[in-house]
């Protein structure tokens, strides 16, 4: 089955600088691929996704890459905030099910 | 606010009680899933419904036992726990049941098995 790594696992970040966390997968039929943010006390909530068609979106602070060769896809967030702060997850899916595979999770910390 | 709901937010229960878990979606989605999150674990899927039947049982245990009534509703029951099954239980709802669909999560249900 899939298996997906997130790293690091751990990100402290100076509010106003920029943060990058990176997945791979290991599925190369693996299609979709979201983000997703959790707050404290809260369940998952999705930030940005994207298809396997796609090599990069942007939402304002929010963009995403993926390399379908080398299988890897990163979350970057430019002008940091406090609110930024979460764990966030990284996810794949692959065929034509809706299960996703979770990486471990990244605790963002963005300080003043 | 996501339009999933699940009740209780917190639950402590013995290991021969048995209790349930409840989600409720308000976004007219036809596929419910449960989800268990334990510490520094990736979130594990447990049940996939698509239009009120299971179409994926994660090789859970059967002591936890999915019911899915209708489209809106999804239940977890559970007895004779274990105290390892202590973790928070999410349930998520999406339009269908096919890859690529955004999945909407629910606040989850906190779970502490004594």
């Known amino acids: 089955g899939e298996n997906v790594e997130q790293h690091p696992s751990t990100l402290s970040v100076q509010e106003g600088d920029s943060a990058v966390i990176k997945c791979t997968y290991s599925?190369?039929?693996?299609?979709?691929f979201p983000w997703y943010k959790q707050e404290l006390g809260k369940g998952p909530q999705l930030i940005i996704d994207?298809?396997?068609?796609?090599g990069e979106k942007k939402d304002q602070r929010i963009a995403v890459t993926l390399n379908k060769t080398a299988k890897h896809f990163s979350l970057h967030i430019t002008e940091t905030q406090p609110e930024d702060s979460a764990v966030y997850f990284c996810?794949?899916?692959?065929?034509?099910?809706?299960?996703?595979?979770f990486g471990t999770g990244t605790r963002l910390q963005v300080t003043l | 606010e996501t339009g999933v709901t699940q009740t209780p937010r917190h639950l402590v229960m013995g290991m021969t009680n048995k209790k349930s878990l409840k989600c409720e979606q308000h976004l007219g989605h036809n596929a419910m899933y449960w989800y268990k999150q334990s510490a520094k674990k990736p979130l594990e899927l447990m049940f996939v419904y698509n239009f009120k039947e299971q179409t994926e049982n994660n090789s859970v245990p059967s002591r936890f036992s999915p019911e899915c009534p209708n489209s809106s509703h999804l239940f977890l029951h559970l007895h004779t726990l274990q105290p390892e099954d202590s973790a928070l239980y999410l349930c998520?709802?999406?339009?269908?049941?096919?890859?690529?669909?955004?999945?909407?999560f629910g606040p989850g249900t906190r779970l502490l098995v004594l």
């Open positions: 599925d190369s039929a693996s299609n979709y």
């Open positions: 996810a794949a899916s692959t065929g034509t099910a809706s299960k996703l595979t």
């Open positions: 998520a709802s999406s339009q269908g049941g096919t890859s690529g669909q955004t999945q909407y």
């Open positions: 994207i298809r396997s068609n796609v």
